[in-house]
């Protein structure tokens, strides 16, 4: 897997809220459709991008990329948005713990809900469903996939929390810690000034002026 991320850059983003980079890349959309699984707030994804392509229904490959995956890497899944079959499940997420996976993303179904619940494995899925996946392939391990509506390239740095998941590319993210952390230091004084009850009203007064609007 391309390794354009340092642990540095990994262990910089790790607290970094899934709102703020976005919020740095643009309002960034991010995934779309996708539920969090691990029932826990404070659960967190953050990590590179190990990225697979299935049949719809089938699992084959995601077992494949278990093997190839390091520690921390998330799993991205283009299970082809299809809810119909399980790609992954209870004893899946066990080989996944053992192997330090990260956490996955998945275009698709899981199941054994009651094992994903306790939060030791963050995942984000489309769907759920009792009914099991075949084991026949075809898939792709490390190629583009567009997952709930974001395209992900291996070793991409994904971000995951409460409010949804986020990828962003492995050549910006340097890039975007600086901006990041400045926008961290903002949202500090606006909220230390809301607290305070010392907001100043001419930060959108401003803005309405600047629109023609009588203030």
Partial sequence: MPALIGDDLLAAFADVPVAVAGDCMGRCIGA???????????TRLCGRALTVRVRPGDNLMI?????MASPGDIVVIDGGGDTS???????????????????????GAIRDLAEWAD?????????????????????EINI???????????????????????????????????RVRKHLEKEAAIRLSNERGTSDPERFDAVLRAKGLPV
């Fill in 32 to 42: 779309q459709g996708l539920r969090a699984y691990h029932e826990n707030v404070h």
């Fill in 63 to 67: 077992h494949k990329a278990f093997m």
């Fill in 85 to 107: 079959q399980a790609l992954i499940g209870g004893l899946m997420r066990t080989t996944a713990i053992t192997r330090r996976i990260g956490g996955f993303v998945v275009d």
């Fill in 119 to 139: 939060g030791r494995m963050p995942v984000f899925a489309r769907g759920h469903t009792h009914r099991g996946p075949s084991k026949d392939g075809p898939g």
């Fill in 144 to 178: 583009p996939v567009a997952c709930a509506g974001m395209v992900v390239h291996a070793g991409d740095l994904v971000l995951g929390d409460a409010d949804g998941v986020i990828c962003i590319p492995a050549a910006e993210v340097a890039a975007l810690l600086p």
